[in-house]
Nanobody, 121 residues
């Protein structure tokens, strides 16, 4: 099993910034990609950004140029730097981890407990 613990959510004004952190522990060998999803009230969960152990990143179009995902391999921690936040970024943000081979998910997907991000207008 892999455990994911998020931190860093909160309330920020339109145009502000926040940084989320997610620390992984347990059987780290089962994962080689970590990322963030978000779910707003009444909406489906959507991917925000991901990063592989090799450093390859992907972003949702809605956050490109505003959010940056990074990782500290030594700490098994991934970060999401969120700038120029908008009210539509308000959601519960979930850390996610899995293992991919040639772009295909292999095995289980792991989730954190979620952290609330609220952007006021």
């Amino acid at each position: 099993q892999v455990q994911l613990v998020e931190s860093g959510g909160g309330l920020v004004q339109d145009g502000g910034s926040l940084r989320l952190s997610c620390a992984a522990s347990g059987n780290i060998g089962r994962i080689n990609r970590m990322g963030w999803y978000r779910q707003a009230p009444g909406k489906q969960r959507e991917v925000v950004a991901s990063i592989t152990s090799g450093g390859s990143t992907n972003y949702a179009d809605s956050v490109k140029g505003r959010f940056t995902i990074s990782r500290d391999g030594a700490k098994n921690t991934v970060y999401l730097e969120m700038n120029s936040l908008k009210p539509e970024d308000t959601a519960v943000y979930y850390c996610n981890a899995d293992r991919i081979v040639s772009g295909i998910r292999i095995g289980s997907q792991y989730w954190g407990q979620g952290t609330q991000v609220t952007v006021s207008s």
